[in-house]
């Protein structure tokens, strides 16, 4: 039983609740992960829905392009759907929306300029007009009403992407505060800081849950302010002699932004490279996020300028086999080749996956002899995300009653829900929650109550959702093991043929021993008047238990029988 003479004390809003009168949160993707983040608020026939993310394939998932979440219990409740809300511009926030948008009615969409300005060029990308998408922009203090039963208050917290935004959801059980991915640096580069005196003040009236980003929870102290990066990369371009080529992330505006003040300031010139960074960088300019102190340069336009008056801005920064960096790397670049003498910088940390990736650009630039500056080595990176000293501070600031640690793994939710628990005033329950989980949340309840179907959805080339986990599992056979395909001619003489890739190098004689104990099988089957797909799958079982007891290898057997 919870002490109603408590909460009053603490702050926490305690109006008397109707019978059955609850808040359903439903993450469909972000939590326990990072990556394909939305979520969906549940009051009686309304629904409210923030961010519509995408997230990239592991390196076992062969062949997907990206990984959007699913949105069946959106699609089965399309009609409670009142409004949607976008926190900032990465992909990993408003990737998937080209993809789920069009699959769902049109209803308002709010955001920040920056986020939507990058959210009508995704959308223009796939063909979806404007005119299907109700886009509404918002500052970063505005307040709006989303049916009857949601307020929202959008709140500056600084990241890596400016116009970035938690919120506060007015609902009729309490308050929600969502922190949205935040680090609470000191000098960002915009110079506008994160609103905390709101959230303090919001915390005195009564938070009765906070959402926050745990994905720096694990992490001691503080995180890097962007202005050291932004030090850190002009000392090390200042001692560079030769050509300058700097990977980072496409949508990492802020720093962009500051390497091409730097180049500016050391006399170099600035070549773009990259369609994703170039696309980053025209919106940006567009709305006034990005200042060119002179227009940047294509490589074309390079022309007579020295090595020390230029320096490069490139896509590659996760070791992309297509990247401008890697490309570069492989000399395979059509316009541009790296020498002794140029200097590369990667002013990123791989994600988790793709460290062998990136290791192995990193390699190859060693070997042509380029200088190559990352970190740790070089303090030239820094997260977006906050550790545990900013996200001890936020909690303390929010007093919340119920606590829901949120984009991180199982690893990084637990952790921040420890921090939690080591603070003065500790949540009084706190959640793990994973995508699916429906979340009850009312004044004096805070529980999972069933689930709703979440994951993920393959895109694959033009194909979104034809391949799943089981096509995946004959990519992952046929590339550990090889395909070998069977194909039986009946008449007017039974023979069979045999193709094989990835499975052995030509052997004349194993492949003569394969076709004689299909063909065995097949003439077998024939005699004694069996089905033919009865024929088929005694050759198929035949020819897999000799491979296996000659070869030890389980290819991947494809028989055909062609009467």
Not at 556 to 561: A, E, G, K, W
């Amino acid at each position: 039983m919870t002490n109603p003479a408590k909460d009053a004390q603490a702050g926490v809003a305690t109006a008397p609740a109707a019978a059955e009168q609850f808040l359903e949160i439903i993450p469909l993707g972000g939590m326990g992960e990072i990556g394909k983040n939305i979520t969906a608020y549940r009051f009686q026939d309304e629904i409210m829905v923030v961010d519509g993310g995408l997230a990239f394939p592991d390196p076992h998932q062969l062949g997907v392009d990206l990984i959007i979440p699913r949105i069946d219990y959106l699609q089965q409740h399309a009609g409670l759907i009142k409004g949607w809300i976008l926190t900032h511009g990465h992909e990993d926030h408003i990737g998937g929306l080209p993809y789920i948008l069009p699959r769902l009615p049109r209803v308002p969409v709010y955001g920040a300029p920056l986020t939507l300005g990058l959210v009508r060029e995704k959308l223009s990308e796939f063909g979806v007009r404007e005119s299907d998408v109700d886009l509404r922009e918002v500052d970063l203090n505005a307040k709006i009403r989303i049916g009857r039963h949601f307020g929202v208050e959008f709140i500056r917290m600084t990241h890596s992407i400016p116009d970035n935004a938690g919120y506060i959801l007015t609902t009729p059980v309490g308050r929600v505060l969502h922190t949205g991915d935040f680090k609470l640096d000191e000098h960002p580069s915009d110079g506008k800081l994160s609103d905390l005196g709101r959230i303090e003040q919001v915390g005195r009236e009564g938070v009765l849950l906070l959402i926050s980003d745990s994905t720096n929870a694990e992490r001691p102290g503080r995180t890097m302010s962007e202005a050291e990066v932004a030090k850190n990369l002009e000392d090390v371009i200042a001692r560079c002699r030769g050509r300058v080529f700097m990977t980072t992330f496409a949508s990492n505006i802020h720093r962009i932004g500051n390497v091409i003040q730097i180049a500016h300031r050391l006399g170099r010139r600035v070549v773009m490279e990259g369609r994703s960074m170039l696309k980053y960088a025209q919106v940006a300019q567009q709305l006034g996020y990005m200042d060119l102190p002179e227009p940047l340069l294509s490589s074309e336009e390079v022309g007579d300028l020295q090595d020390p008056q230029v320096l490069y801005v490139c896509t590659g920064s996760q070791g992309q086999p297509m990247s401008v960096l890697s490309r570069l790397a492989f000399g395979n670049h059509a316009k541009i080749a790296l020498k002794r003498g140029d200097s590369v910088i990667l002013s990123s940390n791989p994600i988790p996956g793709n460290e062998e990736a990136v290791n192995l650009v990193i390699n190859r630039l060693y070997e042509i002899g380029v200088d190559v500056y990352y970190p740790p080595t070089y303090r030239v990176h820094a997260s977006g995300h906050g550790s545990q000293e900013e996200l001890a501070t936020v909690l303390n600031l929010a007093r919340p009653k119920y606590f829901l640690p949120w984009h991180g793994e199982p690893r990084h939710q637990i952790n921040h829900a420890r921090l939690a628990q080591t603070l003065p005033r500790p949540p009084r329950r706190t959640l793990i929650a994973r995508n699916g989980d429906v979340v009850r949340l009312g004044p004096d309840e805070f529980r999972v109550t069933g689930t709703v179907p979440a994951g993920g959805v393959y895109v694959d080339g033009l194909g979104v959702g034809d391949v799943g986990d089981d096509v995946l599992l004959d990519r992952a056979n046929m590339s550990q093991e090889g395909i070998l395909i069977m194909t039986a001619v009946l008449h007017p003489t039974p023979h069979v043929e045999i193709v094989s890739r990835g499975f052995v190098r030509p052997n004349r004689d194993l492949d003569g021993q394969i076709r004689r104990v299909a063909l065995d099988a097949v003439e077998t089957g024939m005699r004694e008047k069996k089905r033919l797909e009865d024929v088929r799958d005694d050759m198929y079982g035949a020819v897999r238990r000799f491979v296996r007891k000659v070869t030890g290898r389980n290819p991947v057997l494809i028989p055909l029988i062609v009467d």
